[in-house]
């Protein structure tokens, strides 16, 4: 049961798809309304474990920090901080009786569960507009499942966006390109997509090609899909400011971009330099900047990733103005402490910063809004252009799109990947525990940079990263400029295992795929926290670095340096496998409790629930190598179980058509082998 309490005049995010009645504000339940409605206050009880807010820091119970909603680019995704790309205002009260309550508000938000006040939630606005939305009912599955049906369908993207990606910045050329795929095709490292950074762009003009480091584009981008490589290129969210430009002179002529008061473009610095911000809020500019990518489609590309979409600012040209002013007065002066601070605020607080924020404008149907007031909402809508463009000229075929910054509605038009991580251990536990929070507020295909994206990973981080990446849709090895290069060929040591565990990816395809298509079209999630499935386990509402995947698997990554195993915690029965390719693993019956896994650098460890069974395949280099009609099946099957095993061409769009899909019960009983010999031809061409 969902119902919709609305405050003052909420600006129309379009988060939601179904429109409500809104009841009055004033029989809001479960909270306590100050501040003519910019404070919400909601008592906690001791162990009531609070979940949501997708893209965040720290664990899955939310509870004991403050968070803001306030997209922000910054690479330093640390305990202390408050708030990454992305703002995903739903959270889960897993009370006795749990409730979901989204706060549908394009502006800052803060969070506060239990930071100030330990068992207190205390939500709070800059303005006293918005819809708050309570959901409740049968337990915490069945209210995430209200919500996403509330918010729409999450994004599906093609089956060969399952496979896995190799990534980074700085690969330069068509030749460097050519490299990376050779390596991988040699050493029989299984690859679908090479992702282009920044580097293949003019001038990091969007919507255009390096002629001198790319000449051939087009025939290269076939060249590419020979080899069964999708390239996908990175956009920018900022124009460059260039005479002769076409992006550039079109959106001034027509006013597309974002404007300060006296109704001049808004000039901030990013990559290219001097740049204006398209002005996503508004339609027309969504349609005009989403035909731009027809330029790269028309040339065979068929994924993207949108960057820089909070929008990140360098500096602004006023900022910047006003920065070298101030430098010039401390200039000779004795910089004492509060000085030398205020000489070093000067230029670091020129990035990202909030006045700038303040100093632009949206023109939404006719109406100026200021951005700082919808600022979450910036990303969304620059993925949405490009999404209802791709919704016209390519109305039944699947495009890969996924985004950096990002507000709940944008779920419906693209992944996101969480932005720049480091190779460090934590940041992989951190993933873990992101990964399910992201499922309830509908952003399925994510994942993180695997090996971590700053600073330099090591060969031991890349392959437990890798043993848990195996798992989530989207699949990458992302790296930044300047740091130790990361792709699985440059560990001669480790690449015999990473060869193998990407390998593993391909033979967990079919279930993989299938789990996904089910999230979506029935809004389940993918990744669950234990509390979700043991209600009752007191000690399973406590495990933060364990996943259950589907109804099927129970996922134990490890996430520590110099271990050869972990600790793992079993709320029932389950059957340990341990793989290390996909003809090569042993299983293990476990009994519900505490137990030690080993788990060897080359291995990915996991557990099947009783009674249950999961199809594989026999693996490929590529998705299109793998056969999802010719299947084994991995079970645990006590007295019997059966899997619901869905499959489609993983190209159209048409979801609810039965010639485009197939959905069969695979059922086995006891007498099938643990060890997954059992062969499966399945009839139905798909
Ligand atoms: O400020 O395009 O998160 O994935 O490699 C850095 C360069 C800009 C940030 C993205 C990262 C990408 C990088 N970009």
Same mark, same amino acid.
């Given at each position: ?16 798809? /179904? ?22 206050s909601c008592e906690l009880g001791k162990e009531t474990a609070v ?7 720290r664990?899955?119970n939310k509870r004991g920090w403050i968070y ?23 959270l889960?009260i897993?009370? #006795? ?14 969070f506060d569960i239990g930071y100030t006040e330990m068992n207190t939630l205390q939500v ?58 050779? &390596? ?25 090609? %390096? ?15 020979? &080899? ?25 002529? %027509? ?11 808004? =000039? ?13 809020? %508004? ?15 028309? &040339? ?21 103005? @006003? ?28 990035? @990202? %910063? ?5 100093? !632009? ?19 969304? @809508?620059?993925?949405?252009? $490009?999404?209802?463009?791709? #919704?016209?000229? /390519? ?81 990458? @090895? ?14 001669? /040591? ?63 990554? =490890? ?8 600790? =793992? ?29 080993? $788990? ?5 460890? !996991? ?29 645990? =099957? ?20 039965? $010639? ?27």
């Open positions: 049961m969902i119902k919709l309490y609305r405050f003052g005049r909420p600006f129309a995010t379009e988060a939601v798809v /179904e429109a409500l009645a809104p009841q009055p504000a004033e029989t809001l339940p479960y909270f306590s309304v100050q501040n003519d409605g910019c404070g919400f979940y949501g807010l997708g893209e965040a820091i664990g899955m803001k909603s306030n997209c922000a680019d910054d690479p330093s995704h640390t305990e202390g901080k408050h708030s990454l790309y992305g703002a995903h205002n739903f889960l897993a009370r #006795e009786k749990p409730f979901g309550v989204f706060f549908d508000y394009p502006g800052e938000l803060i709070s606005t800059k303005e006293a507009n918005l819809d708050v939305y309570i959901i409740d009912g049968d337990g915490l599955e069945d209210i995430v499942r209200q919500f996403r049906r509330l918010i729409g369908r999450s994004y599906i993207a093609p089956k060969w966006a399952f496979g896995y990606g190799q990534s980074r910045w700085s690969y330069y050329s068509e030749d460097e390109v050519r490299e990376v795929v050779r &390596q991988h095709r040699e050493n029989h490292i299984p690859l679908d997509m090479v992702y282009l950074d920044i580097d293949y762009m003019e001038r990091y003009k969007d919507f255009t090609v %390096n002629k001198k480091t790319f000449p051939q584009f087009q025939e290269f981008v076939q060249e590419m899909r020979q &080899q069964n490589i999708h390239l996908v290129p990175i956009i920018d969210a900022g124009v460059k400011i260039e005479k002769d430009y076409s992006v550039y002179e079109e959106g001034v002529q %027509n006013g597309y971009f974002c404007k300060k008061a006296d109704g001049s473009p808004f =000039v901030g610095a990013v990559w290219p330099g001097k740049s204006h911000f398209p002005d996503f809020l %508004n339609q027309k500019v969504r349609e005009w900047f989403g035909k731009k990518y027809a330029f790269l489609l028309r &040339q065979g590309i068929d994924g993207f990733w949108n960057d820089m979409n909070e929008p990140a600012v360098f500096y602004s040209e006023d900022g910047l103005k @006003n920065t070298f002013s101030e430098l010039k007065k401390l200039e000779g002066q004795n910089l004492d402490m509060d000085k030398v601070n205020h000489f070093r605020g000067l230029v670091n607080d020129l990035s @990202n %910063n909030p006045e700038d924020y303040k100093s !632009f404008y949206h023109n939404c149907d006719g109406k100026m809004v200021r951005h700082d007031k919808v600022h979450n909402l910036y990303g969304y @809508n620059m993925t949405r252009a $490009a999404g209802e463009v791709f #919704e016209k000229l /390519e109305p039944d075929k699947r495009i890969l799109m996924f985004s950096r910054s990002s507000y709940i509605g944008m779920h419906r038009f693209g992944g996101i990947w969480t932005g720049d991580n480091c190779s460090w251990w934590r940041h992989l536990l951190l993933e873990i525990q992101m990964m399910p929070s992201l499922n309830m507020c509908g952003f399925l295909y994510a994942g993180a940079d695997i090996g971590g994206f700053g600073d330099d990973t090591t060969a031991d981080l890349l392959l437990r990263w890798t043993a848990f990446g195996i798992f989530t849709p989207l699949m990458r @090895n992302h790296s930044a400029l300047g740091t130790r290069k990361q792709e699985a060929y440059r560990f001669p /040591e480790a690449m015999p295992a990473l060869k193998k565990l990407i390998g593993i990816r391909y033979a967990l395809l079919p279930y993989l795929y299938s789990e996904y298509m089910k999230a979506a079209l029935r809004g389940n999630l993918y990744f669950r926290p234990l509390a979700f499935v043991y209600p009752q386990d007191k000690q399973a509402a406590e495990v933060e670095d364990q996943l259950m995947l589907g109804d099927e698997l129970m996922l134990v990554p =490890v996430y520590t340096q110099n271990a050869s195993g972990r600790t =793992v915690y079993l709320p029932e029965d389950m059957k340990l496998v341990q793989m290390r390719s996909v003809s090569d693993f042993t299983v293990e019956t476990m009994e519900k409790g505490y137990h030690y896994v080993p $788990a060897a650098l080359d291995e990915v460890v !996991f557990f099947i629930r009783s009674d249950r069974l999961i199809p594989l395949s026999y693996g490929g280099e590529c998705v299109s190598q793998v056969d999802f009609n010719h299947l084994r099946l991995l079970g645990n =099957v006590q007295t019997a179980a059966t899997y619901q095993y869905y499959n489609d061409d993983g190209s159209s769009k048409d979801y609810e058509n039965p $010639a485009h899909f197939a959905e069969i019960t695979m059922s086995a009983d006891s007498r099938v082998s643990a060890k997954g010999d059992m062969c499966l031809q399945l009839e139905s061409a798909l």
